[in-house]
């Protein structure tokens, strides 16, 4: 009686291990697509709140580009508020809501580009900020 293994038996035991080790290598590229895309976020956001900042000071509408490839554009609107938290005109207390908009926008095709946006009130004293 000879011990061992059969041809198919081998064969089966290979054709689960392949199929074994595909599966676990998509779980690998899955990692790696996910870690990637919220890197990706993590900097666009970091690159708002630095754009934000920056417009905090003076707020213009404007665009451009990141040195790693992400893109920028902003926008300043006069915020309309009837009132403030203390039941006081803001037009009688001399100063102007602003609604700031930065949106950050990566990626090289236009039907994939991902992007986000932050928005905030800013307000000024007179006319021009």
Known sequence: MNKGFTLIEVIVAIAILAIS???VMQLFAGGL???NM???YTLA????????????F????D?????DGFKWESDVQPYEALYDELNVRLEDS?????????KVSWGSAPNKQKSVQLVTLKAYAGEEF
């Open 45 to 56: 956001i970091v690159h708002a709140k630095d754009k934000m900042e920056e417009l905090s």
């Open 63 to 67: 665009s451009g580009e990141f040195e």
């Open 33 to 35: 697509r996910a870690g």
């Open 21 to 23: 080790l595909v599966a």
């Open 94 to 102: 001399g100063l102007n809501l602003f609604k700031i908009k930065v």
């Open 58 to 61: 003076k707020p213009v509408k």
């Open 38 to 40: 919220s890197r990706n």
